[in-house]
C-alpha cells in the first residue's frame, strides 16, 4: 500500500508536484512559431567541405558536455550557408538537446558571442514561449535525474542510442508559474557559479602546482637556505622496487576480509596519483611474502597493463588502520630507504614528464606493456640532499593538501545542488 500523500500535492507522470504545478509535454511548452522543435539537416545539406574558418558556429556533441551552456571550440558555415538552412538554426535562449550519441545532454544557447548557431546533425534544438517557461528552468529540469531517467528511458536502443523530434515533444516536464521557476533556475544558477569558480580555482591551483613541481624538482628554484650541486642518481641507489603478489584466482581469493587474508591493491586501485580503495580484492596471506606487505609512504606502480599510457602510473600509500595491504603481481612498490631519500620526493619525481618519457622509451618497440623491477630501479633523476627533498616535498604536499581541500569543497557542493535538484524540481521546498 502506497504511502498518502503530502497535502497540497499530488502524484504525476513526473512523480509528486505541488496541486498548483502541472505537468505538461515539452511540446505544450515550445513556442508557436514556426520551426520551434526541430533537429539538424539532412546529411547531404551540411557536410565537411562547408566549414570555413569563421562565421556561424556549428552546435555538435563535444559543444555540449562543458556544462548549463554551449562552449566552443567550434566549426562554422558561412552565413551565406546558414541562410540555406534558416529552419536549422538556434539562438540565444534555445535548448539544445542531443539526438543520438551520449543520451541526456542538454545545454542552453548563451547570449554571447554569437547571435545565432546552426544544429549539427546530431542534435535538436527547442525554442519555448517566454510566457510559458524559463529556459534555464527546462534546463534545470532535464539535466536533474528525473529529466535525465525520462530521457534515457524513451531512448531508441536500436543500432545507435537515440530519440527523434516526437519523442522529445513527448516528454513530460513539471510547469509551475514561471515566477517560481525563475526562483528555482536562479538558486540552482547560483549553486552553478560557485561551482564554476571552485573548478576554475582548481583548475589554477594544478597549474601553480605543475609549475612548481618543474622548477623546484629540477633545481631551476632553490627554497631559502638551501644551495650546491645536486647528484645524479638512479632509483637503485636510494631504494628498491619489489614485485607483487602471484596467487591464484580462483582459489586464493576471498570477497571480504578474514583472519586469513590481505587486502590486494591493483591497477585500479591507482586514480589521478592517488591510491584509492574502492573495488579491492582479498588475497590468502599465504601468498604474501613479508616484503610484500606494504609499508606507509610505500609507492604502488603500474607495471603491467593492455593499455601503455596507464603502465607506470604510481600513487603514495599512506593508509595505517590496522589492515595489512599487499599489491598483485601486475603491480610494483618502489621503497625507498629513508636515509638517502624523502618517499614523497621520489613520489613527485614520478609525476613529471621525465619520468613519463622514462617510462614511454621502456616500453618503445615491444608488444607487452611490462616494466621490470630493474628497470625502474635504472632510472636517472639529479638529487638534492635528503634535507632539500624534504623541504621541496613539504612544499609540494601542503598544494596537494590545498588542492584536496578545494576538491572536497567543490564535492560537497556538487552534492548539495543535487539535494536541492530533488528538493526545489519536485516542489517539496518552495521559493515563492
Known amino acids: 500500500m502506497s504511502a498518502a500523500l503530502r497535502a497540497g500535492y499530488k502524484q504525476t507522470e513526473v512523480g509528486v508536484i505541488p496541486e498548483d504545478w502541472d505537468c505538461v509535454s515539452f511540446h505544450a511548452l ?28 556549428v552546435i555538435r556533441g563535444q559543444n555540449m558536455s562543458g556544462g548549463r551552456y554551449l562552449q566552443g571550440p567550434y566549426v562554422y558555415v558561412s552565413k551565406q550557408k546558414a541562410r540555406t538552412l534558416e529552419a536549422n538554426l538556434a539562438r540565444p535562449g534555445d535548448v539544445v538537446f542531443t539526438q543520438r550519441g551520449t543520451m541526456g545532454q542538454v545545454s542552453l544557447v548563451p547570449t554571447e558571442p554569437y547571435d545565432q548557431y546552426l544544429v549539427s546533425q546530431s542534435q535538436m534544438k527547442v525554442t519555448l514561449k517566454p510566457s510559458q517557461a524559463i529556459p534555464d528552468f527546462a534546463y534545470c529540469w532535464f539535466d536533474s535525474e528525473r529529466g535525465q531517467r525520462s530521457i534515457q528511458l524513451n531512448t531508441i536502443q536500436t543500432g545507435v542510442p537515440h530519440i527523434n523530434l516526437g519523442i522529445l515533444k513527448g516528454l513530460q516536464v513539471p510547469h509551475p508559474p514561471v515566477s517560481e521557476q525563475r526562483a528555482i533556475a536562479t538558486a540552482l544558477s547560483d549553486v552553478d557559479a560557485l561551482l564554476s ?73 591507482v586514480q589521478n596519483a592517488a591510491v584509492v580503495f574502492e573495488d579491492m580484492q582479498f588475497v590468502n596471506s599465504d601468498r604474501v611474502s613479508g616484503h610484500q606487505l606494504l609499508r606507509p609512504n610505500d609507492i604502488l606502480i603500474c607495471m603491467a597493463n593492455g593499455s601503455k599510457a596507464l603502465v607506470g602510473k604510481a600513487g603514495l600509500f599512506s593508509v595505517s588502520d590496522g589492515y595489512g595491504y599487499t599489491f598483485g603481481a601486475f603491480m610494483g612498490c618502489f621503497r625507498s630507504n629513508t636515509a638517502a631519500s ?55 604536499s601542503d598544494m596537494d593538501a590545498e588542492l584536496t581541500a578545494l576538491e572536497a569543497r567543490r564535492d560537497k557542493t556538487r552534492a548539495l545542488k543535487q539535494g536541492m535538484m530533488q528538493e526545489l524540481l519536485t516542489g517539496r521546498i518552495r521559493l515563492v
Open 30 to 57: 515550445a513556442s508557436p512559431v514556426r520551426n520551434a522543435i526541430v533537429g539538424g539537416p539532412f546529411g547531404s545539406d551540411l557536410v565537411s567541405a562547408d566549414y570555413v574558418n569563421y562565421g556561424v558556429p
Open 197 to 269: 569558480k571552485l573548478d576554475a580555482l582548481i583548475a589554477k591551483k594544478r597549474d601553480l602546482k605543475q609549475a612548481a613541481m618543474q622548477q623546484l624538482l629540477t633545481g631551476q628554484t632553490r627554497l631559502p637556505g638551501f644551495n650546491g650541486e645536486w647528484e645524479t642518481k638512479r632509483l637503485g641507489d636510494v631504494g628498491d622496487c619489489l614485485r607483487g603478489v602471484t596467487y591464484k584466482g580462483d582459489s586464493d581469493l576471498w570477497p571480504h576480509d578474514t583472519a586469513q587474508t590481505k587486502r590486494l591493491l591493483r591497477s585500479n586501485n
Open 342 to 396: 624523502n618517499s614523497s620526493f621520489v613520489f613527485y619525481l614520478f609525476q613529471t614528464g621525465r619520468y613519463r618519457n622514462y617510462i614511454n622509451n621502456l616500453l618503445a618497440g615491444s608488444s607487452i606493456n611490462n616494466l621490470s623491477p630493474g628497470s625502474i630501479e635504472s632510472l636517472e633523476f639529479d638529487v638534492p640532499t635528503l634535507p632539500e627533498q624534504t623541504a621541496i616535498a613539504s612544499v609540494l
